[in-house]
């Protein structure tokens, strides 16, 4: 019987905060509030902590029949490159309804959400993703204003090597495979920042 | 075949910011940035744009045998009533890592976490729970500064009167009711806040 691990004791620094938003002070301080345990942006001057918390992105992996749709990235980062739409979970929204929002906006698609598929935690950039499967109910689609292109792909076609983020390339890896194996989600991961290359071998990256 | 309902448009304004937390200014103003569709406070001295997510809420759900871990709270809100060992995912640590976290935090309870339970967004209030079910270790827990009583408790016995929150009242709810029909979760819903009551009402209330 193994404990889940408990996070390691070097949390990264906040979030460079420079100004109080609430009275305007500088006097901002970077230091542990009574009854906390981590470190918080604590204004001197009024006392608001200044608390700074991961966000969530949303998303869906649309299936139609055989077929996945993928967006081709129109905005940077990482422009040119094939995603599954998805982005930040605003205020005032639920996790499936903001799912179905992107794909809306980014493919101009309407889908079923049908559960939850892959949930991964990006402890290092303060996100998480929820990846919902999905089903297409059209082919009505087409790129919307941060998409070049949006089509459907059979497994064989897709283009693995132009793949904009390793989240999306685990959900469409683990979706195939479940597919294989009548198995289903959530996948539940975490992905860690890759460790920068020695010095010796930057210049030939 | 229904689509997933999008969310409504009318969603809720952004908590009011005073300075902007970049340059100090106080020339914020509400309103959509080009390339948005939604509003936010963006600085008209330094053009930053401040944008503003639903926190993450993670716990857990301990299991010892037939009994449930449940921690009746220290803190307002709610002091004196029970709950789950739950709190905000921080910055720098995965939704599992931060579910043990709040039950070592909470309960001084070790687990070892199974699965994704319940999955259930607060778009009102801007908040998304994760409760995952976990498997208690050992039986030497007891309160942390947050609690005032760590016990478990059988089925019959949870105090469902003396709940904090619905989110754990319908997290408890959704587990005895899967331990009778064999089935398990996630369980993905939405909670929106009560109406007030008519002006006529709140008297009496």
Chains 1, 2 share one sequence.
């Not at 620094?13 to 509030?33: F, K, Q, T, W």
């Not at 990482?78 to 205020?91: S, V």
């Not at 087409?142 to 497994?155: K, M, N, T």
């Not at 479940?178 to 860690?192: F, L, M, N, V, Y």
Request: glycine share 6%; net charge negative; with cysteine.
């Amino acid at each position: 019987m193994n404990a889940t691990p408990l996070p390691r004791a070097g949390m990264p620094a906040p979030l460079a905060l420079v100004y109080c938003s609430h009275c305007g002070s500088d006097r901002l301080e970077l230091r542990i509030p009574e009854g906390d345990s981590l470190s918080r942006y604590v204004c001197a001057n009024c006392g608001t902590i200044h608390y700074q918390n991961p966000r969530v992105v949303v998303g869906c992996l649309p299936v139609w029949n055989e077929q996945v749709l993928l967006c081709r990235r129109a905005i940077e980062p990482r422009l040119g490159l094939w995603t599954l739409p998805a982005g930040f979970l605003e205020n005032g929204e639920s996790v499936v309804a903001g799912a179905a929002r992107e794909t809306l906006e980014e493919a101009d698609a309407r889908v079923d959400i049908l559960d939850l598929h892959t949930l991964i935690s990006l402890p290092q950039i303060h996100q998480v993703y929820m990846m919902f499967r999905a089903r297409l109910l059209d082919l009505d689609f087409g790129p919307g204003p941060e998409s070049l292109e949006v089509r459907l792909f059979h497994e064989a076609e897709i283009p693995w090597d132009e793949m904009a983020f390793r989240t999306i390339t685990r959900t469409l890896r683990n979706f195939f495979l479940d597919r294989k194996q009548a198995t289903t989600g959530p996948h539940i991961s975490s992905i860690e920042r890759r460790p920068p290359l020695p010095p010796d071998l930057r210049g030939a990256a």
